[in-house]
């Protein structure tokens, strides 16, 4: 169980900050059940409630630093998000986004970026999917790395490239 003041990551907002654990005080719902109150980093003003032992995977503790420099050490071998059928590659992007997994998130930032690039190469546009889940997930990950890290999430993606160095 966590407590006021600690961080964890939220599936869907990325690093939020308990600021409550509590009831909610809205018409027709369990009063006797205690929620979590979380702001997310990235929007102060934004309020997410989370059932206290749901069961379910939305919420975690942040990724040590140690373990982010193993993780971003490891891009290179990490393979790309395959998808069959081009038709389902929104629905394969939204499982990996909404899975609170590290990995997985790099794996959609890789086939995103990676897809972006062949398309620009090719001299075409990036697809509006690739470019809101590369966003996304870009937004859920860079929020704990930049915790982990201590490094500002402005700087996420210039540190990530020359600790793997790409150019």
Do not use: W
């Not at 009063?31 to 409630?49: A, C, G, H, N, V």
């Not at 859920?140 to 915790?147: D, I, P």
Request: charged share 30%; glycine share 4%.
């Amino acid at each position: 169980m966590f407590k006021t003041g600690d961080y964890v990551v939220h599936k869907n907002d990325g690093l939020c900050v308990i600021t409550d654990i509590s009831t909610l005080d809205i018409p027709d719902c369990d009063q006797t059940k205690e929620y979590y109150f979380l702001t997310p980093k990235d929007s102060p003003s934004s309020r997410i409630y989370v059932a206290v032992g749901s069961g379910d995977s939305s919420l975690r503790t942040p990724i040590s630093e140690s373990d982010a420099l193993a993780l971003i050490d490891s891009i290179p071998e990490l393979d790309e998000i395959t998808v069959e059928n081009e038709k389902q590659r929104q629905n394969v992007y939204s499982k990996a986004l909404v899975q609170n997994n590290c990995v997985e998130l790099f794996r959609l930032i890789k086939t995103t970026y990676e897809r972006k690039q062949e398309r620009v190469r090719k001299g075409r546009s990036a697809t509006s999917v690739d470019e809101h889940f590369l966003k996304s997930a870009r937004q859920a990950l860079y929020s704990e790395l930049s915790y982990a890290l201590g490094v500002d999430e402005d700087n996420m993606t210039e540190f990530i490239d020359a600790r793997i160095h790409l150019d």
